[in-house]
C-alpha cells in the first residue's frame, strides 16, 4: 500500500497494484478536509480510462464551454462537495504498466482498483463510477464481478449488456468503428509496435476500407501486432460463444450482481449503445434494483448538442437546463444519494425513464443550415412505454407499406447485392470519425462529405440494390417510441448474406427542401446464417425461402400528418458493417466474393412485414 502525504492534495501516478502484479497508475484529488482532519474519511468517484487520466473527456461540458473541462477541475469541482476523486489509466495506457486488450482486463482491473480503494485510510469504504464510453464500458466490467465498495455508476454512452449483439458485432456482422478506433490509436499506443510512431491518415485508413477484407499479418495493424490481435479476436469470432460472455463483454450474465448498484444508463438515439443501455436499465430493474434511463436526441455522448448531423432538435433537446441544470448535478445528485445517504435508499428514482421523442418541428431549415426537426421530452416510469401497440405494417410488391396484408397468393422483389458496390452509410447510430464517417440523422441522399460516395446527389432509394417501401401521407400525427423489427420472407442464390432494413421519417416537398427530406431514424442488419441461431450458423439453400427478423435499434419519433414512414431494405450499410462476401466463408477469412441475387417475398404464405411500436401520443415536459 502507497503512503500518501496528507499535505497534498493531489497524488499523480500512485502505482495500484494488480492480482497478476501489474500496476495500473492513479491520479488522486483530495477535499480540502483531507489536510486538516485525520480521521477525515470521503466516498470516492473513480473514473478508469484508455484515454488518458490527464487527457481532458470531450463530455465534460456544457453548450457554453468553448472547451471540455480539464481533469483536475471536474475534479476539484467533486472535491468541493466532499469527494475524493481518482481517475486511472487502464492497463497498456500512458502510465499503467501491462499489455493493452481491449475490454478483456477491465472487469479484474476494476475489482481489484476497487479492493484497493476501499482499504485506503481516506476511503469510507464507498466508491461512484462515472464516465462516458468506453470508461462506461469499465463501470459495468466492475459491476459485473461486484467491485468492492462500489454503490453507484453513471455509465454515458457504453457499458455493454451483450457486445455480441451492440458494440462490436450486431445481428452477426461486425461492427467497422472497432477496427477504426484500432487503427488510430494503436500506434501511438502499443507496447509492441514494430514502427515506433506508426499511424495512418483518415484517408490512408479509408482507402484500407476499401480493400478488405484484411488478413492477420496483412492488416494496417500488422505493425502493432497487440492491436492486430485483438481485432481480429473480435472479428473472426462469428459464432456467439464464451467469449462473448466474459465479464466487460456480456453485463446480461450478470445482472444478478449489478441489480445492487444503483446506475443511471445514458444513451442517444443517435448513439451506438442505446440498445445497450436499454436493455441494462430493463435487466437492473426487472431484478428490482433502482436504475434511472435517459435516453436524448444526440450522437455519441454529445449531450450539450441540439443537433445529430444536418437535424436539429432545438433548445429542449439538450440535457443541461432539461434534465437537470447540468451534467455535473446530474450525477452529484445521484452520488450524493447513493454514497451519502442523502435520500432513502430503498426509494426509486422520481422519473425512472426520461426520453426525448424526435418530431414535431417545423421542418424548415435554421440559421445554421439544419432541418429544424423538434421534439420534447417524455418522462415515464417503465419502458416499453405502457400502452404500446405492436403494430405490423405490410410490405407490397408495389412498393407500399400498409397495415392489410397483400392478398395475393405471392410476389417478390429480387435485387442484386455486389459486394464490391455496397450501399454507403448516410448517418445513423455511428461513431463519428470526420471527415467521412458521420452520425445522426441526414437526408438519404448520398454527398461527397461521406465515405464510399460515387454519385453526389443520387438518392439511396435510386439504387436498384434498395427496395423501398412507404405509407401514404399520414393523416394524423403517429408517436413511435421503442424497439422496431422487421420480419421478412427471403431467399437468395448464395449461401450466405446479409438484409439490412432502415426506418425513415419522409418529409413533403417545401420551399427549403424541394426534394422533400428523407430523415433515417434506426437501421439493423442480420447475417443470414444466424437467423436462427447465433451459435450454430445454417447457411441458405439457392433460392429457399426462409423467414427473418432484423431487429433494429430503438428509436422515438413523432411522424406528423402528411409525413410518410418508410423502411429501406438492402443487404449492405457500408463501413457501419462490414460487407458480406456471400460465399458462407468463415468471417473475415474470406478469399473470394459473389454477387448476390437476393429476394423479398410477399403475400398471403409470406406477409413480410414491419412492426411498429406506437404509442399514446405524448406532450411537451
Known amino acids: 500500500m502507497q503512503n500518501l502525504c496528507r499535505q497534498e492534495l493531489v497524488q499523480r501516478n500512485v502505482m495500484v497494484p494488480m492480482r497478476d502484479g501489474i500496476r495500473l497508475a492513479m491520479d488522486i484529488y483530495f477535499p480540502d478536509e483531507w489536510g486538516k482532519n485525520a480521521e477525515a474519511r470521503f466516498p470516492v468517484i473513480l473514473e478508469r480510462t484508455p484515454y488518458g487520466k490527464t487527457v481532458p473527456s470531450r463530455s465534460e461540458r456544457s453548450h457554453l464551454d468553448h472547451a471540455p473541462w480539464p481533469r483536475e477541475k471536474v475534479a476539484r469541482w467533486f472535491t468541493e462537495r466532499g469527494y475524493v476523486v481518482a481517475y486511472q489509466d487502464g492497463r497498456g495506457r500512458y502510465g499503467s504498466e501491462g499489455e493493452f486488450v481491449k475490454y478483456l482486463s477491465d472487469a479484474n482491473d476494476g475489482y481489484d482498483t476497487c479492493a484497493w480503494i476501499v482499504e485506503q485510510p481516506w476511503s469510507n469504504g464507498r466508491i461512484g463510477m462515472k464516465g462516458l464510453s468506453y470508461a462506461a464500458h469499465n463501470q459495468l466490467a466492475a459491476a459485473s464481478l461486484g467491485a468492492p465498495g462500489l454503490q453507484a455508476m453513471v455509465p454515458d454512452s457504453g457499458g455493454f449488456s451483450n457486445a455480441y449483439q451492440s458494440g462490436v458485432r450486431q445481428g452477426g456482422a461486425y461492427e467497422m468503428k472497432q477496427a477504426a478506433w484500432a487503427v488510430m490509436f494503436a500506434g501511438e499506443h502499443s507496447r509492441r509496435a514494430q514502427k515506433p510512431g506508426f499511424a495512418l491518415t483518415p484517408e ?20 502493432t501486432p497487440d492491436y492486430e490481435e485483438f481485432l481480429f479476436d473480435q472479428w473472426e469470432r462469428g459464432i456467439f460463444d464464451d467469449y462473448w460472455k466474459q465479464p466487460g463483454l456480456y453485463a446480461e450474465g450478470y445482472y444478478g450482481t449489478i441489480k445492487n448498484i444503483p446506475g443511471i444508463y445514458i444513451s442517444s438515439w443517435y448513439d451506438v449503445y442505446s440498445r445497450t443501455a436499454i436493455d441494462n436499465f430493463l435487466g437492473v430493474t426487472a431484478r428490482g434494483g433502482p436504475a434511472q434511463l435517459i435516453l436524448g436526441p444526440w450522437t455519441h455522448g454529445n449531450r450539450w448538442e441540439t443537433f445529430s448531423g444536418d437535424v436539429d432538435f432545438g433548445p429542449a433537446a439538450r ?46 431549415r435554421n440559421t445554421e443550415g439544419r432541418m429544424d426537426h423538434g421534439g420534447h421530452w417524455r418522462v415515464e416510469n417503465e419502458w416499453p412505454i405502457p400502452g404500446t401497440r405492436h403494430v405490423p405494417y405490410f410490405l407490397h410488391p408495389d412498393g407500399n407499406l400498409v397495415q392489410e396484408a397483400a392478398s395475393q397468393a405471392q410476389s417478390s422483389a429480387t435485387y442484386r447485392f455486389d459486394p464490391k458496390d455496397p450501399v454507403i452509410t448516410l448517418g445513423g447510430s455511428v461513431v463519428s ?34 427496395l423501398v417501401f412507404q405509407t401514404a401521407p399520414l393523416q394524423e400525427d403517429l408517436e413511435v417510441t421503442g424497439e422496431i423489427e422487421v420480419e421478412l420472407w427471403i431467399s437468395s442464390d448464395c449461401p450466405d448474406t446479409d438484409f439490412t432494413a432502415k426506418l425513415i421519417d419522409v418529409y413533403p416537398p417545401h420551399d427549403d427542401y424541394p426534394e422533400g427530406f428523407a430523415l433515417n431514424l434506426t437501421d439493423g442488419i442480420l447475417r443470414t446464417r444466424y437467423r436462427n441461431s447465433w451459435e450454430h450458423p445454417e447457411m441458405l439453400r439457392p433460392g429457399e425461402i426462409q423467414k427473418i427478423r432484423v431487429r433494429m435499434f430503438p428509436t422515438s419519433n413523432l411522424f406528423r400528418a402528411g409525413h410518410r414512414i418508410r423502411l429501406d431494405i438492402s443487404s449492405s450499410n457500408f463501413p457501419k458493417f462490414d460487407i458480406n462476401p456471400n460465399t458462407g466463408e468463415d468471417e473475415a477469412r474470406a478469399s473470394a466474393q459473389r454477387v448476390a441475387t437476393n429476394t423479398v417475398h410477399f403475400g398471403r404464405s409470406h406477409p413480410s412485414h414491419l412492426i411498429l411500436p406506437i404509442v399514446p401520443l405524448s406532450h411537451s415536459r
Open 204 to 223: 490512408e485508413l479509408d482507402r484500407w476500407f476499401m480493400n478488405m477484407p484484411w488478413r492477420r499479418g496483412h492488416s494496417p495493424l500488422t505493425p
Open 433 to 466: 470519425r470526420p471527415p467521412a464517417i458521420l452520425a445522426g440523422g441526414f437526408d438519404q441522399v448520398e454527398q461527397p462529405k461521406f465515405f464510399g460516395c460515387k454519385v453526389p446527389g443520387r438518392p439511396q432509394a435510386s439504387r436498384e440494390d434498395v
Open 319 to 364: 440535457l443541461e437546463g432539461n434534465i437537470a441544470p447540468n451534467f455535473m448535478e446530474l450525477r452529484l445528485r445521484w452520488f450524493d444519494r447513493w454514497l451519502k445517504d442523502a435520500k432513502a435508499p430503498d426509494a426509486p428514482p422520481a422519473h425512472p425513464v426520461m426520453l426525448f421523442v424526435m418530431g414535431g418541428g417545423s421542418g424548415r
